[in-house]
T-cell receptor, first 116, second 112 residues
């Protein structure tokens, strides 16, 4: 089954304790992204990756790191989490449709993170 | 001014009627436009994409794009209770790259 998986789905942690949220896709998509979703602010892009070893900042990259060492995996790293990073996080992967040259994006199930 | 704006709703529509969802965007160079549906507690699901001016129909859904007015809409015909969800408008500003900007979403409720 084609899918994007994230782990963990739920995480409660304390300020300053480094954590990693994993994201994996089995569709051989080149493009992957991380978003956070907050009430009243909607979905905001944190980082995106256009291919292995190619990443770029989205709209809210501060406090986050990513890496793309393999095509299928795109982990999100919070080196020193703070309470303002409490949010619902989504990983997404996308492919470029030939002909139109546009992208279709598929989201993972989400990770609910609470930082106390 | 927000880059992508939607009326947050809630929008309440009787079952069987047409639901009309609207979205405006600020950047004229925007290339691609998408509508996602998100059920409560779930991840967004792509339901429509549109790239050229005019209408695009897929089943009960019709997306409309007017680049001159910087306006995108989604029509849902014969609305069903299962259509009750939050609908997110997204705009891709950069051709050749995946950089989506989302609106805050419109919460739609279909009343039986």
């Amino acid at each position: 089954e084609a899918q994007v998986t994230q782990n963990p789905r739920y995480l409660i942690t304390v300020t300053g304790k480094k954590l990693t949220v994993t994201c994996s896709q089995n569709m051989n998509h080149e493009y992957m992204s991380w978003y956070r979703q907050d009430p009243g602010l909607g979905l905001r892009q944190i980082y995106y990756s256009m291919n292995v070893e190619v990443t770029d900042k989205g709209d809210v990259p501060e406090g986050y790191k990513v890496s793309r060492k393999e095509k299928r995996n795109f982990p999100l790293i919070l080196e020193s989490p703070s309470p303002n990073q409490t949010s619902l996080y989504f990983c997404a992967s996308s492919f470029r449709r030939s002909g139109t040259g546009t992208y279709e994006q598929y989201f993972g199930p989400g990770t609910r993170l609470t930082v106390t | 001014q927000k880059e992508v704006e939607q009326n947050s709703g809630p929008l309440s529509v009787p079952e069987g009627a047409i639901a009309s969802l609207n979205c405006t965007y600020s950047d004229r160079v925007s290339q691609s436009f998408f509508w996602y549906r998100q059920y409560s507690g779930k991840s967004p699901e792509l339901i429509m994409s549109i790239y050229s001016n005019g209408d695009k129909e897929d089943g009960r859904f019709t997306a409309q794009l007017n680049k001159a007015s910087q306006y995108v809409s989604l029509l849902i015909r014969d609305s069903q209770p299962s259509d009750s969800a939050t609908y997110l408008c997204a705009v891709n500003k950069i051709q050749g790259a995946q950089k989506l900007v989302f609106g805050q979403g419109t919460r739609l409720t279909i009343n039986p």
